[in-house]
Nanobody
């Protein structure tokens, strides 16, 4: 069982920033793909950022405000969130799935993830 260690959630005012971090407790596979999801109260969970081979996906609602960065050596995925808005409220989850022959195809976040973190709460309120 792989444990994903998330950190960085909290409460900020609109326009503020937070940085989320995610790291697996162990190197569970020779190649794995990571993504960040969020779930707002009363809404379905959605992918907000996914690191695929050759690029990073961002949901339209966070483009230009969120930046994901992957440390391939440490196998971590951070999410820098700037200019936070009330609609960014929710629980943010890190998730991972085994890569296919060392390759993370674009869109992997839509086809099921193998392991999920427990989630960190992000609250934007004035």
């Amino acid at each position: 069982q792989v444990h994903l260690e998330e950190s960085g959630g909290g409460s900020v005012q609109p326009g503020g920033s937070l940085t989320l971090s995610c790291a697996p407790s162990e190197s569970w596979y020779s190649s794995y793909c990571m993504a960040w999801f969020r779930q707002a109260p009363g809404k379905e969970r959605e992918a907000v950022a996914g690191a695929y081979t050759g690029g990073i996906y961002y949901a339209d609602s966070v483009k230009g405000r969120f930046t994901a960065s992957q440390d391939n050596a440490k196998k971590t995925l951070a999410l820098q969130m700037n200019n936070l808005r009330p609609e960014d409220n929710g629980t943010y989850y890190c998730a991972t799935v085994a890569g296919r022959s060392g390759y993370c195809f674009e869109g992997f976040w839509n086809y099921g993830m193998d392991y999920w973190g427990e989630g960190v709460l992000v609250t934007i309120s004035s």
